[in-house]
């Protein structure tokens, strides 16, 4: 079993931690700490040993951060967590802030005496972060961490053995790669990118590791030079079994600072990903620009598509049998046996790896809290007319998925299957959508939100993430989102998943993986795109009303729905349910 249950944090743990490092703050004179969600790589997810946001606060949201002050303390927190974090935090010590409708700078601006020291880790903020704090007025000093001081029982950083990823799953051998992307640096006239994200350097060196939960990334630092060579600064026990290649030289983790302040020429820096320490190490001609690696993985490569496909198709068989058996199951199934059945699914295709985030199952009221994760103190039954969301992912070698169904245990209000319907026609208007090349994921983002703004509802997190190829589930740098700016090109894989959440009640999210692709000819042939399909399971025929559809919805679930009958080959019970399930509206 690859999910546990146990509670991570506690709400009662955060004061007196809190009070600690507010200690440290009086003992070197500082007005207060940063403690972002992130770790000196910048990635998403991060492993135990890094999770300080977490082990201070007890919220274990994947986004935000705290500003621990003298006096205060705020949790910044975007729309998916609103929830969650009221349940995680001590909130006579720990406040709340919507963020990034409030951002860090003001609100320290006003928190913080005239005149004042913000003190921050280098290490975990990126040189965009600090810069932006900065212009907002406010005192930013560089420190050692704060947090690592005071905990005691920290766990050791990750050890993950890489595993070469071949040239069958990867479709370009990493040669082929570091030349393409020393291109690039040739081109702008970069002598050397410093590359700090994870999931860049496996993809670049084609290779997975296990440093992280649910991500198969192998965590290190890297220096591309514009000759293809590469300074990759690893612990040697990770890659030692893979063999030498003359184009790497390895080094220690530890020699990555010196290595920064040796280099020479115009080194290409990620402001928006790179650590600030990385700034201020490097004594060369630094060029701002986003780490090359990111759109080319970002563009995925037909092997890469045609393996997603596999994995897709091979996920929704376990989906189905999921599916299947718990439309049997009635009153007083709890969300942990939800979690465990699906993953003891997914298991039995003997291709999981992984599964690619913990499953959120987040049964009436808790399917109102985006990223919920069920524990056993939080595991609750689901009641008879109550819907059940449930967000899953599998790893597999060939490809990542992420699905989220949206059903009910018994027989659902009329109100629940209107929401439900508005929202697949959200996504059913995504799925459908041709656009001119060029348009970017806020040009589409309102597509899936016009049903539920024809009837005054919305949710609060984008429609979609991209997606990698056995690396990480959230992907930049597409999105479709109000605030992408990122041309959709051929090969981005997506989610596409609008909601509509009801604190306190119910939450409904439907959600497909989509790839971008050239769009068949119409009209006068303009140039346009288009999206592929990946994901094939079936929808929760009774939460759909058709007297809402217009007839080319109906067309379309229909005709999604006989091509899930098509390809997938089921026996039995589950072949009973699925024939069910895809029978024409």
């Known amino acids: 079993m690859f999910q546990s249950f146990d509670d991570a944090t506690s709400p009662d743990q955060g004061p007196p931690r809190l009070a600690a490092l507010r200690e440290e703050l009086a003992r070197e004179g500082y007005d207060g700490f940063l403690i972002p969600r992130a ?11 890094d999770d300080r946001l977490a082990w201070l606060t007890g919220f274990t949201g994947s986004a935000g951060f705290c500003a621990a002050l003298r006096d205060q303390a705020g949790v910044f927190i975007d729309g998916r967590y609103r929830v969650q974090v009221k349940d995680q935090v001590a909130l006579d010590h720990f406040t709340p ?28 903020h990126t040189q965009a972060e600090v810069e932006k704090i900065r212009d907002a007025g406010v005192t930013l000093v560089e420190t050692d961490n704060l947090v690592d001081r005071i905990w005691e029982d920290r766990p050791a950083p990750p050890q993950g053995r890489a595993e070469a990823q071949p040239l069958e799953l990867s479709g370009k051998s990493s040669g082929d790669k570091r030349k393409e992307i020393a291109a ?12 700090t994200l994870p999931d860049s350097i496996s993809w670049l060196l084609n290779i997975r590791g296990s440093d992280i939960p649910r991500n198969p990334v192998v965590q290190c630092f ?6 293809a060579r590469v300074d990759l600064f690893i612990d040697p026990e990770k890659v030692a079994h893979l063999g030498p290649d003359p184009a790497i030289d390895q080094h220690p983790p530890d020699a990555f600072a010196d ?25 060369a001609e630094i060029a701002y620009a986003q780490d090359p690696c990111v759109l080319p993985k970002a563009i995925k490569n037909p092997t890469e598509i045609e393996g997603t496909r596999t994995a897709h198709i091979r996920d929704a068989h376990a989906m189905v049998e999921f599916l299947a058996w718990l439309d049997k199951q009635g009153p007083g199934l709890t969300e942990i046996d939800v979690v465990t059945a699906l993953e003891g699914f997914r298991s039995k295709t003997n291709a999981l790896r992984d599964i690619s985030f913990d499953t959120i199952a987040g049964a009436g009221p ?4 985006v990223h919920y994760r069920c524990t056993t103190s939080t595991n609750r039954a689901v009641k008879a007319g109550e819907l059940l969301l449930v967000d899953s992912g599998g790893q597999y070698v060939d490809g990542t998925t992420d699905i989220t169904r949206t059903t009910v245990i018994g027989r659902p209000s ?13 996504m059913i208007a995504i799925s459908q959508a041709r656009f001119p090349r060029g348009v970017a994921g806020r040009d589409i983002d309102a597509l899936a939100r016009a049903p539920l ?9 984008g429609t979609g993430h991209g997606v990698g190829v056995y690396l990480c589930v959230h992907e930049g740098p597409q999105r479709l989102s109000r605030i992408s700016e990122v041309p959709l090109e051929p090969g981005m894989i997506l989610s596409n998943e609008p909601g509509y959440y009801r604190e306190g009640a119910f939450g409904i999210r439907i959600e497909n993986l989509i790839v971008v692709q050239e769009a068949p000819e119409l009209g006068d042939r303009r140039d346009q795109l288009s999206f592929e399909t990946l994901t094939w399971v079936p929808f929760e025929r009774r939460l759909i009303l058709r007297d809402m559809l217009a007839p080319h919805e109906i067309e379309w679930i229909n005709g999604y729905h006989a091509e899930i009958w098509e390809k997938l080959e089921l026996s039995g019970a589950a072949r009973d349910w699925l024939d069910a399930a895809c029978a024409p509206l």
């Open 184 to 195: 690039i640096l040739k081109d702008a006239g970069h002598d050397a990118a410093v590359l």
């Open 97 to 124: 802030v919507h963020w990034p409708e409030t951002q860090a700078g003001p609100w320290l601006k006003d928190a913080l005496p005239e005149p004042h020291n913000m003190a921050y880790d280098p290490w975990l």
């Open 222 to 227: 890297a220096i591309l030079h514009a000759d």
């Open 366 to 369: 808790h399917g109102a809290v």
């Open 259 to 283: 290595a920064l302040a040796a280099l020479t020429g115009t080194i290409r820096v990620d402001r928006g990903s790179a650590p600030a320490a990385v700034s201020q190490l490097i004594e």
């Open 414 to 426: 009329r109100e629940q299957q209107e929401c439900y319907t508005l929202v697949l026609q959200g």
């Open 39 to 49: 770790d000196a790589h910048q990635g998403e997810y991060v492993a135990p040993c």
């Open 453 to 461: 703004w024809r009837h005054g509802l919305d949710y609060d997190h």
